[in-house]
């Protein structure tokens, strides 16, 4: 009888290269407010997280860009 188990000194092998996936740029847009010191600095933020590849600290501003200011969704819709 042969054992499928593998041994654990020798490395997994693939047959290819790891996929990477482009990130969605949506996921670091919204709707500048200059006016807005937190806005202003929520978007050095993550202007900074993106250029040192740090995508969940960009996400994370920029999602807080556009959720976490009622007063700039109400004014749009105004």
Known sequence: MTSLAYSSTEPFRYPQRPVTLDIDTWLYEYEEHPDCGVCVALDKECREAIEQNRLRAAYEASSE??????????????
């Open 65 to 78: 860009i556009r959720n976490g200011h009622p007063e700039h969704t109400s004014k749009a819709g105004a």
